[in-house]
C-alpha cells in the first residue's frame, strides 16, 4: 500500500466484498435445469481441483490468527486423505503442498517470481470463479492485477486499486479431472462423498505460462518439463509418473481393503498413506518414515469423532469443527444441500479464516443457500464483528462465564456457600432477640477482608484511563529496509494489542474531558515478544531530562497544602514550574490548544514521543519516531463544552469508545513511523534526542506501514484494564534504544513502578503475560503463578535448561555503537534552544485554532492567584509570538511586552494543524445525533432521516419531554401507540452530541415554549455544532440565531446551508425518497448536507465572523 492515506480507496468493505462476488460469481439461476448440464466434480477431482488451487494460493491466505493454519480444513467434507498433485516422492517433497506442514510458502518454490502482498477475497474466490472453470475455461487469476492489493485488516483486504493493464492468466493449471453434472450436490457424511449421475470428459487442454512467471528455479537438473503445466523434474520416470495425473482416464487399481471405505487409489503410495492418515494401519504408517509422514499429510494426532453421525478425522481439533457444516446427523434436516460446489467453498474458505474462538459453537449459521446474495450475507455475517487474536485465545483461560460455569456462590476455597447475607451470631432459642456476632463466621470474614483489600495503588500519572484491545497489521515489508523485527516487517502477520487512554494528572476518579496531555500506551503481543510504545497525544514534552520528572508532576498535581484542583493545571504552581523551565514552552502551545481537549480518543493523534532505534543483523542504524494517525481525523471538544461535560458526564470518552466498538465503528489508527539513518543525526538545526522538539515532516517524512483497530472493550474492567503495565524498555529484536536522556530514564522508572504497583510477578497478571513462551530463571515473588518442575533455576546448568538464545536464532542483540566521552552533568549545545519549534506551532494554527489557544491560556492563568507566576509567563510568551503575548498579558493583567522578545520568522507546518487531518472522504461514523422532538412530531420524516443517517453508520438519538412514549401528529394519544424516545431533555444536553435536527410537525409550538429546548438549540449554535431543522420558524422566529439565512419557502424542498445551519421548507415522503445520502453541499439533499457539515466537524466560519459570541449559551 502507498503512504497515501488508505481511505482514499474507492471501495468500502461491503463494496469491496460485493463487487468481489459479483466478479467471481455472476448472478444465475442455481438451480440448473437438466437440460443444461453443468459440470460438477467426483470426490477424486475435487479432491485434485481443491490440490491445484491450494498449491497456487501461498498459505497466508488460508492464515488463521489463532490457531496456526490448516489449508485443508477446506477438505472436511470428503472422506479420506489429501491428494497430492505430483506423482512421486521426489515431486512430492519438493512441491511443498498445502498438506506440508513445513514453515515456508509456496513462493519459495516454482512461483517465486510472485512476491508477497496482501490479498483480499479475490483469491478465495478467484479459483471458485464459476461453473466453466470446472473444466471448460480458464479463470483470472489475481496476481494478474498490475500494482500491489491494498490492505485492510477490517476486511480481510480490499481490491485492487486499479483493473488490470493486460488480461490476466492463469498462474498455475490444475490436474485434469472427471466432472459430473448435477442440478445440486449432495452431501452425505458416514464414508460417502459426492455421486456422480454420469461423467463427462472435457478434452484435455494445454494451458501457456505467463510470460513473467519463472517456470522453474536455477537448478539445470531438472530437465524434464511437463507439457501441460509448468513443472519440471530431475528424471524422466518423475515426469512420466507426474503426467499421468493429467490423464481423467487413469486406471485405479489400488483400493482401500477397509469395508467402510473402498477408496480407489492410481497408485499404491497413495493408498500406503490413505491408509496410514485415515485408518492408522500400522503397517501402512510404518512403511512411511516419521519424517516425512508430516510431509505427506500422515497427521500424528488424535483422532476426533463426530458425536452424531460417527465421522472421524485425525488432527488439530478446529479441523473436526468444519464437519459440522454438512453433518446431516447435527441438524432436523436429513441431508443439506449446496447449490453448488461455488456455494460451499466459498462459504468454507470464508469460514476457515474465522478465528476459532470466535467461530459459532452451533454449526456455521448457513441455511440452504439458493441464491449468491444469502450466501453473501452469510459470509458477511460470520466474518462482522471482533476478529479474535492469539491474545484473545490466551485470555480466555482466565474467564470466568456465569453461563457456562456452575450455578453456586462458594468461598475463596472452593466451599459452597448456603447464606451469604446473614452474619453468624448468638440468638435466644425463641429467636425473638439477637446477640452479638461471632468472629468465628469465616464466611463474613473473608467477604469483609477481601473487601478491605480490593484497591491496588493508582498510578502516579496517567491513573485515570480506559483501554480496548484489538489488531495491528502492516500493509507489506517496506519497513524491512529498517528493521529486522517481524511486527513492522511481515504483512501476512496479525499482532494482538492493547491499548490504553488516560489523562496525566487527575486522579483515578477525574473527568474525563478536562484538559490534560492523554496517554497512547499500546502494548503489542508479538511472537517475540511484548512490545510496548508508551505514548501520549502530543509528540513532545516538558522537559528533556528525565531527572526534571518528578519536578514537573510534583507542580501539576494538586497543590499538597490542600489538594487542589484535580485534574487540572490552573494552578499557581503548574505555572510557576513552566514559567522557570523554558523547556517546556513547546509542551505548553500544544496542551492549550484544541489538543488539550479532544472530542475522543478515537479522533486524537499518538506518539511515541521518545526516539527508538530500528536495526538489522546487516544494516546501518536508523533513528525512529513512532506515530498513530485516526482515520476519522483529529477533532477537539470547544471548552465551554469540556468544561460542562466534566459535570453532566465525567465518564464522555471512555462511553464513547465503548459506544463505537458496541455498534461496529472500531477506532483504527495509521501507524506511520519517521526514521533518520544514523549518517544524518546531526544535520539538523535541532537535536533528534531532544524529547521537547519535533522532526518537521517537510524535513523528515512520515511513512505509512500499518493499521491499528481496536475491536473488543475490556470484559471486566480491573482486570484487563487497571492491571495493565507497560514500559518503554519493552523491545523487540530489531527495534532498540537511543540516547534520548528522556527515554533512559523512562526505561528505568516504568519497570520500578510497575513492580511498586503491581509486584515483582506483574507481568504473569493475564493482560501484561505475552502470547509467546516465557522461559527464564526469574523465581519466586509475590503472586507467583508459573509453575516450573526440576532443581535448575541457574545458568549455566549441567542440563543446559533454557540456555540464551543466538542472535541467528531470534536472540534480542544490541546494535553495536562506538561510545567515548568524560562524565560530566550537562546537555548538548542544540538542547539550549527552547522557542523556535514553539513558535513553528503558534504559526501552523489555523485562525480559531489560535483564538483557542490564546482563550485557554488566558483561563489557566486566570486562576493563579500570584502575580508573579502569571506575569513572569506572559514574559515567557513574548518569546512565541509578540501578539500573543500581548492579548493574553491584557486578559490576564501580565506584562504588556512594547517589543518582541525575538523576531518571528513566521515558519509553518502544515502537519500542525488538527484540519490537516481532516478525512479526504467524508464520514459521519459514529456521530452522534440528538433529534429534538415533543408530542404532534413527524413520525415519517423522522424515521426518513434516521436511516439515511443510520446508512452512513451515524448514531441518533431521539431526546424528547420525558422517557418514554411520545406521540407523532395523527397519532392518538394512548398507551402503547406512542413512539419510545431514548432521553428526556435535561437528561441529555447539546454537549453531548455532534449535531441537533429538529423535525417538522405541529410539535414546534410546544417547543417554543420551553426553555430548555430553546438552550439546547443556542448552546449547540454557540459550539458551532451542526443544526438541521425543518421546523423554520422555531429557528427563526423563537431561538433567533444572528446572521442565518434560512428557507424561506414553507413548501419548498430546497436547501440552504448557512453557516453550519441546513434548513428545508418541506420535506415529505417525496424529498426523503430522492435523498439519497450522497455526502456533501447541494441546493438538493437535506440530509446529505446536513452530512456534510457534520462531517466537517463544526462550522468555526460561525465563530470567526463573531456569531457565537452574540448567543447566549
Known amino acids: 500500500m502507498s503512504s497515501t492515506d488508505s481511505s482514499n480507496s474507492p471501495y468500502s468493505f461491503e463494496e469491496a466484498f460485493d463487487a468481489s462476488l459479483d466478479k467471481y460469481f455472476p448472478t444465475a439461476d442455481f438451480a440448473f435445469p437438466t437440460a443444461e448440464a453443468v459440470p460438477r466434480p467426483t470426490a477424486d477431482s475435487f479432491d485434485l481441483d481443491l490440490d491445484a488451487y491450494l498449491s497456487t494460493v501461498p498459505e497466508f491466505t488460508f492464515q488463521e490468527r489463532v490457531p496456526p493454519p490448516d489449508p485443508y480444513v477446506l477438505r472436511a467434507d470428503i472422506i479420506g486423505p489429501p491428494s497430492a498433485i505430483t506423482a512421486s516422492s521426489e515431486s512430492l517433497y519438493e512441491a511443498n503442498t498445502t498438506y506440508s506442514f513445513n514453515e515456508y510458502s509456496v513462493y519459495d518454490q516454482a512461483l517465486s517470481t510472485y512476491q508477497p502482498s496482501a490479498y483480499s477475497l479475490d483469491m478465495e474466490f478467484a479459483r471458485l470463479s464459476s461453473a466453466s472453470d470446472y473444466g471448460v475455461a480458464e479463470v483470472i487469476d489475481p496476481r494478474g492485477y498490475s500494482g500491489s492489493a491494498q490492505y485492510d485488516p477490517s476486511s480481510f483486504g480490499a481490491l485492487p486499486p486499479s483493473p488490470p493493464t493486460s488480461p490476466p492468466t492463469r498462474a498455475m493449471p490444475r490436474a485434469h479431472s472427471d466432472y459430473s453434472p448435477v442440478g445440486a450436490m449432495r452431501l452425505s457424511v458416514a464414508g460417502a462423498s459426492v455421486v456422480p449421475q454420469r461423467v463427462s470428459v472435457p478434452s484435455q487442454a494445454v494451458m501457456s505460462l505467463p510470460d513473467n512467471v519463472e517456470t ?49 487409489f492410481s497408485r499404491k503410495h497413495d493408498l500406503q498413506r490413505h491408509r496410514a492418515a485415515i485408518h492408522r494401519d500400522s503397517s501402512s504408517a510404518a512403511s512411511v518414515t516419521s519424517s516425512r509422514q508430516s510431509a505427506i499429510g500422515v497427521e500424528r494426532g488424535e ?92 485470555l480466555k483461560r482466565d474467564v470466568v462465564d456465569v453461563n457456562e460455569s456452575p450455578n453456586y456462590l462458594t468461598t475463596d476455597n472452593g466451599v459452597k456457600v448456603s447464606d451469604t447475607d446473614n452474619w453468624l451470631r448468638v440468638v435466644n432459642p425463641d429467636g425473638k432477640s439477637v446477640g452479638p456476632s461471632l468472629l468465628e463466621d469465616q464466611l463474613a470474614r473473608e467477604k469483609i477482608t477481601h473487601f478491605d483489600h480490593e484497591r491496588i495503588p493508582e498510578r502516579v500519572v496517567h491513573a485515570r484511563g480506559t483501554g480496548a484491545f484489538g489488531y495491528f497489521k502492516v500493509y507489506d515489508d517496506r519497513a524491512s529496509k529498517y528493521t529486522s523485527a517481524p511486527v ?262 516504568y519497570f520500578d513502578t510497575q513492580i511498586s504497583r503491581l509486584g515483582v510477578n506483574w507481568e504473569e497478571l493475564p493482560v501484561n503475560r505475552p502470547v509467546c513462551p516465557v522461559m527464564n530463571h526469574q523465581r519466586d515473588g509475590k503472586m507467583r503463578h508459573r509453575i516450573h518442575p526440576g532443581s535448575t533455576n541457574y545458568w549455566p546448568n549441567r542440563k543446559e535448561v533454557f540456555p540464551p538464545v543466538p542472535v541467528s536464532e531470534g536472540g534480542y542483540w544490541s546494535y553495536p555503537m562506538k561510545v567515548e566521552g568524560i562524565k560530566a552533568r550537562m546537555r548538548g549545545p542544540k538542547f539550549q534552544e527552547h522557542f523556535a519549534q514553539a513558535q513553528l506551532f503558534f504559526n501552523s494554527l489555523n485562525p480559531v485554532e489560535k483564538q483557542h489557544l490564546i482563550a485557554a491560556i488566558s483561563f489557566e492563568l486566570d486562576h493563579c492567584d500570584d502575580p508573579v507566576v502569571y506575569k513572569q509567563y506572559t514574559k515567557i510568551l513574548n518569546n512565541v509570538d509578540f501578539d500573543l503575548a500581548k492579548q493574553v498579558a491584557i486578559k490576564v493583567g501580565g506584562v504588556v511586552p512594547e517589543l518582541p522578545g525575538r523576531d518571528n520568522d513566521g515558519k509553518k507546518s502544515k502537519y500542525l494543524s488538527q484540519q490537516y487531518y481532516a478525512p479526504k472522504i467524508p464520514t459521519i461514523e459514529s456521530r452522534r445525533i440528538a433529534i429534538l422532538v415533543a408530542d404532534g412530531f413527524d413520525l415519517g420524516e423522522v424515521q426518513a432521516v434516521r436511516a439515511l443517517l443510520a446508512s452512513a453508520k451515524a448514531l441518533t438519538f431521539v431526546i424528547g419531554p420525558r422517557r418514554g412514549e411520545v406521540f407523532p401528529a395523527g397519532v392518538p394519544h394512548e398507551k402503547g401507540k406512542g413512539f419510545f424516545v431514548d432521553h428526556h431533555y435535561e437528561g441529555q444536553r447539546s454537549t453531548l452530541f455532534d449535531a441537533v435536527y429538529i423535525p417538522s410537525g405541529k410539535h414546534a409550538v410546544e417547543l417554543a415554549s420551553n426553555g430548555r429546548v430553546i438552550h439546547y438549540v443556542r448552546e449547540a449554535f454557540g459550539h458551532s455544532d451542526c443544526l438541521f431543522d425543518a421546523a423554520v420558524p422555531f429557528l427563526r422566529d423563537v431561538v433567533h440565531l444572528p446572521g442565518v439565512q434560512f428557507q424561506p419557502d414553507p413548501n419548498s424542498d430546497a436547501v440552504v446551508s448557512s453557516y453550519g445551519v441546513v434548513t428545508s421548507g418541506s420535506y415529505g415522503p417525496r424529498s426523503a425518497a430522492t435523498d439519497v445520502l450522497k455526502i456533501g453541499p447541494g441546493k438538493k439533499g437535506f440530509v446529505s448536507n446536513f452530512a456534510y457539515i457534520i462531517s466537517q466537524h463544526r462550522c468555526f466560519q460561525r465563530e470567526l465572523d463573531g456569531l457565537t459570541a452574540k448567543v447566549a449559551f
Open 303 to 394: 483422532r476426533h469423532r463426530c458425536a452424531d453421525c460417527g465421522l472421524s478425522t485425525v488432527g488439530r481439533e478446529h479441523q473436526f469443527s468444519l464437519h459440522r457444516l454438512d453433518c446431516s446427523a447435527a441438524r432436523p434436516a436429513a441431508s443439506f444441500e449446496w447449490p453448488c460446489i461455488v456455494h460451499m467453498v466459498a462459504a468454507k474458505a470464508v469460514y476457515c479464516r474465522l478465528p476459532c474462538t470466535l467461530r459459532p459453537r452451533s454449526p456455521f449459521p448457513l441455511p440452504v443457500l439458493t441464491t449468491m446474495s444469502s450466501v453473501t450475507d452469510a459470509i458477511k455475517s460470520a466474518i462482522s464483528g471482533s476478529t479474535g487474536t492469539a491474545k484473545d485465545a490466551d
Open 488 to 749: 513492522l516487517t511481515d504483512p501476512f502477520r496479525t499482532t494482538p494489542v492493547f491499548v490504553r487512554f488516560s489523562t496525566v494528572q487527575g486522579s483515578r476518579g477525574s473527568a474525563d474531558t478536562v484538559r490534560d496531555v492523554r496517554g497512547f500506551a499500546v502494548k503489542f503481543y508479538t511472537d517475540e515478544g511484548n512490545w510496548d510504545i508508551v505514548g501520549n497525544d502530543i509528540p513532545v514534552f516538558f522537559i528533556q531530562d528525565a531527572v526534571k520528572f518528578p519536578d514537573v508532576i510534583h507542580a501539576v498535581k494538586p497543590e499538597p497544602n490542600n489538594e487542589v484542583p484535580q485534574g487540572q493545571s490552573a494552578h499557581n504552581n503548574f505555572w510557576d514550574f513552566a514559567g522557570l523551565q523554558p523547556e517546556s514552552a513547546h509542551m505548553v502551545m500544544w496542551v492549550m490548544s484544541d489538543r488539550g481537549v479532544p472530542r475522543s480518543y478515537r479522533m486524537m493523534q499518538g506518539f511515541g514521543v521518545n526516539t527508538f532505534t530500528l536495526y538489522k543483523p546487516d544494516g546501518e542504524l536508523y533513528f525512529v519516531k513512532f506515530h498513530w494517525i485516526p482515520t476519522l481525523g483529529v477533532h477537539s471538544l470547544m471548552w465551554d463544552e469540556a468544561l460542562k461535560i466534566n459535570g453532566q458526564d465525567p465518564d464522555f470518552h471512555r462511553k464513547d469508545l465503548y459506544e463505537a466498538i458496541e455498534n461496529g465503528a472500531y477506532p483504527k489508527w495509521k501507524f506511520c513511523v519517521q526514521v533518520i539513518p544514523q549518517s544524518r543525526e546531526h544535520d539538523f538545526d535541532f537535536d533528534i534526542l531532544d524529547a521537547t522538539k519535533i522532526w518537521p515532516q517537510e524535513l523528515v517524512p512520515l511513512e505509512e506501514i500499518g493499521e491499528m483497530v481496536l475491536d473488543r472493550a475490556p470484559q471486566e474492567f480491573f482486570n484487563e484494564v487497571e492491571q495493565s503495565a507497560f514500559c518503554t524498555s519493552h523491545v523487540v529484536p530489531g527495534i532498540g534504544f537511543s540516547d534520548d536522556p528522556l527515554l533512559q530514564g523512562r526505561n528505568f522508572s
Open 216 to 264: 522453474e528455479s536455477n537448478d539445470g537438473r531438472r530437465k524434464h518439463k511437463c507439457p501441460s503445466c509448468f513443472r519440471s523434474f530431475a528424471r524422466a520416470y518423475n515426469l512420466k509418473t507426474h503426467m499421468d495425473t493429467h490423464d481423467p482416464g487413469r486406471p485405479k487399481g489400488h483400493v482401500c481393503p477397509h469395508a467402510s471405505c473402498r477408496r480407489a
